[in-house]
């Protein structure tokens, strides 16, 4: 089962509110969209991103490397860039083991 924005929003929702602690979907939706721009901001200044429970992003470098056209056979430079690599939780590890 993939789980989209709205189906976390919602059980997010849903779950608070049960404990007690009621909150809107609107809030939710809010607080995930302010932690995806924390997230951004905090990778691209070279800091890790926790996700509690879950595990921690960290941005990785990737050397520029020769790579080959799969139509052409041609060689080609591919760039320099930056990519997210996500270390998991040992407790996450432990409940999928």
């Not at 990737?62 to 060689?75: D, F």
Request: hydrophobic share 35%.
């Amino acid at each position: 089962m993939t789980l989209t924005k709205q189906a976390l929003i919602e059980t997010i929702t849903q779950e608070l509110g049960a404990s007690g602690t009621p909150i809107s979907k609107t809030q939710v939706d809010a607080v995930l969209v302010r932690y995806s721009m924390v997230a951004a901001r905090t990778l691209h200044n070279g800091g890790d991103v926790p996700l509690p429970g879950l595990g921690k992003l960290k941005a990785s470098h990737r050397a520029a490397r020769p790579g080959r056209n799969p139509s052409t056979g041609e060689v080609i430079e591919i760039p320099a860039k930056y990519g997210v690599k996500f270390t998991p939780a040992k407790s996450l590890l432990d409940t999928l083991n």
